[in-house]
């Protein structure tokens, strides 16, 4: 199967809600859309279900202009944010309802129903009612529904974002095996850039209604081409730091108040000389005091699990670092911090990519 979005927009009441992209997705793929709230993720998804009708182009499926038909006709399954069950039929029977419209045989809905429920994590729930359930019980229902018939397109709205941590990182590893494992097309909407990169697969940014990049996920996040989509892909935000490139012998960048960052830029070897921004992710800084570095001041620090994020004042500007462990700063505390400029991004003043890591790689 092939779902094929040529030339789509869409406005509303003569408002943009999506400016004019292009899109393929081939069965088994599994694609990650990411942008902030407002970014155009849920109307995308409208558009593909056929819940909303494109301004603009066409949707084409395995050659076919499927643009106006009606969702019902479709082989499209959706998952929202928002758990929706039918309150007066067991769960057994919530999973089973997509079966038993489709005419399946009794034993195959017992076996599917079965199967979906071990992989949620519900089958000690099955003989209960959705309102003896908790909120999270309740989201791993629909899910379970909608992956239950075995639909040529799976639409997933932020469908973990009610769950606890753990629930939601044992779904996550399952997503990608399910839909890896049949003849499925996925596409996931998540504000948590985390997420594409946890699910692998291809990632379409979103920003504002307007498709800012689209590829592999490992790639999208190695060399992000603009510094809007370098903040959209990680979490913290990649660190931004307007910088100078002077070549006397070797390479050196200053930041703007005339302290130099780091020489030995291998990346910035075909750039002119002039004003740039340096961008850093949050595990290519560290507060290494074996070396020396710039001298910032601590805004705060939040601790994540094992890991803790240090945010620290460069002049104006905010740098997010990335530390194994459990890190004691005061807030004004005055820390060195260290660059690994052999993995830095150097974007022009417009905020586009001019060099990538050395090599081409990114690491972490």
Not at 9 to 14: A, D, N, P, T
Not at 19 to 35: A, M
Not at 67 to 74: A, E, I, L, Q, S
Not at 176 to 194: D, L
């Amino acid at each position: 199967m092939s779902v094929v979005a040529q030339n789509i927009s869409l406005q509303v009441e003569g408002e943009d809600w999506l400016y004019p992209f292009d899109l393929t997705l081939e069965t088994g793929s599994f694609t990650t859309l990411i942008g902030a709230t407002r970014a155009g993720k849920t109307s995308l998804l409208r558009v593909l279900a056929g819940l909303a009708r494109p301004t603009t182009g066409a949707l084409i499926v395995d050659g076919v202009d499927v643009t106006g038909v009606n969702v019902r006709k479709r082989s499209v399954g959706m998952v929202y944010q928002e758990f929706v069950n039918y309150p007066g039929k067991t769960v057994f029977e919530n999973i089973a309802a997509p079966l038993r419209n489709a005419k399946e045989p009794a034993d195959t809905i017992k076996k599917r129903v079965g199967e979906v429920a071990e992989i949620v994590g519900i089958t000690p729930l099955l003989d209960r009612f959705p309102l003896e359930l908790s909120g999270g019980q309740q989201q791993r229902v629909a899910i379970a529904r909608t992956i239950a018939r075995k639909r040529r397109l799976v639409l997933l709205d932020e469908p973990l974002v009610n769950l606890d941590y753990k629930l939601r990182e044992h779904l996550r590893g399952e997503f990608s095996r399910i839909f890896s494992e049949s003849e499925t097309i996925a596409v996931y909407a998540s504000s948590e850039p985390h997420e594409a990169l946890i699910l692998n697969g291809d990632v379409l940014v979103l920003t504002e209604g307007r498709v800012t990049q689209q590829g592999r996920a490992a790639d999208v996040y190695t060399l992000p081409e603009s510094v809007s989509v370098a903040r959209q892909i990680s979490d913290p935000p990649m660190s931004i730091i307007p910088a100078r490139l002077v070549k006397s012998g070797a390479a050196r960048l200053w930041t703007a108040a005339g302290t130099e960052i780091g020489a030995e830029l291998a990346q910035t070897e075909s750039l002119p000389d002039g004003d740039y921004q340096l961008g850093v992710y949050p595990h290519q800084l560290s507060t290494d005091q074996t070396r020396p570095g710039l001298d910032t001041v601590v805004d705060f620090v939040e601790v994540s699990g094992s890991n803790s994020f240090i945010y620290t004042r460069l002049g104006d500007h905010m740098l997010a670092v990335k530390e194994k462990g459990i890190h004691d700063h005061a807030i004004g505390d005055t820390v060195q911090i260290n660059f690994d400029l052999a993995h830095a991004l150097v974007f022009d003043t417009k905020g586009g990519l001019v060099a990538g890591p050395a090599g081409g790689k990114a690491n972490g």
